[in-house]
């Protein structure tokens, strides 16, 4: 009787050990401070800073965050083709020492800014240019090591309303302000020295 116990009592031993890691093991969790993030104005390309808080990511791994149009939970999702490689923000290895912390995270309103996918995130009220599909919800993803894992990667959803807030860019300089702008300048040049040279004339006669 104590030898069947005595069996049993390792057999427990066993399971419970080899259960603990697994129990041990944190879920990565991933959330944001504000699901809806006001833009300025419709059907303009501009950024918003979004504030990430995450947590059960291995510890001094790099971690990786990068703006989606599928959350990681889809069956189709690829790191490569479903993320925008341009929108990724990566963290020093060494200052993760708890595997939790918070990133301030620029999302892209529109087009995604490469160039080369044709995809972009908008608001319910807009209309994506031609060519381009657009997604109404898009998801920031985060994961450790490299962007190809997909083991702990979570993602968080996300969407866009026009109004306010955002950082809207320059806009850019028409490139033929130069062509123009050095005509005009040759000729304004040209007329101070004629009338310099009239000038000098009229004084030489007299």
């Not at 991933?30 to 990511?57: H, K």
């Not at 101070?192 to 030489?204: I, W």
Request: include cysteine; charge should be negative; charged fraction near 15%.
């Amino acid at each position: 009787m104590k030898k069947h116990l005595a069996v049993i009592g390792a057999l427990f031993v066993a399971v419970f050990l080899g259960m603990t890691p697994a129990l041990a093991a944190a879920a990565t969790v991933i959330s944001i401070d504000n699901a809806v993030v006001p833009i300025p104005s419709a059907d303009a390309n501009n950024l918003a800073n979004v504030n990430i808080t995450y947590s059960g990511l291995p510890v001094g791994k790099r971690l990786f965050f990068e703006q989606c149009f599928l959350p990681t939970t889809d069956p189709t999702f690829d790191p490569t083709a479903s993320c925008s490689l341009f929108s990724e923000v990566t963290t020093d290895p060494g200052a993760n020492t708890t595997g939790a912390g918070t990133l301030s995270f620029p999302v892209f309103h529109g087009k995604e800014p490469s160039g080369d996918d044709r995809w972009g995130c908008y608001a319910t009220d807009e209309t994506a240019p031609a060519n381009v599909t657009g997604y109404n919800t898009c998801f920031i993803r985060v994961t450790d090591d490299s962007e190809a894992n997909t083991t702990d990667q979570k993602s968080v959803a996300f969407g866009f309303a026009t109004g306010g807030g955002g950082v809207t860019p320059p806009p850019d300089v028409p490139e033929s302000s130069l062509p123009i702008a050095l005509p005009i300048v040759g000729v304004a040049v040209v007329g101070a020295s004629l009338l310099a040279m009239r000038r000098r004339r009229s004084r030489a006669v007299v």
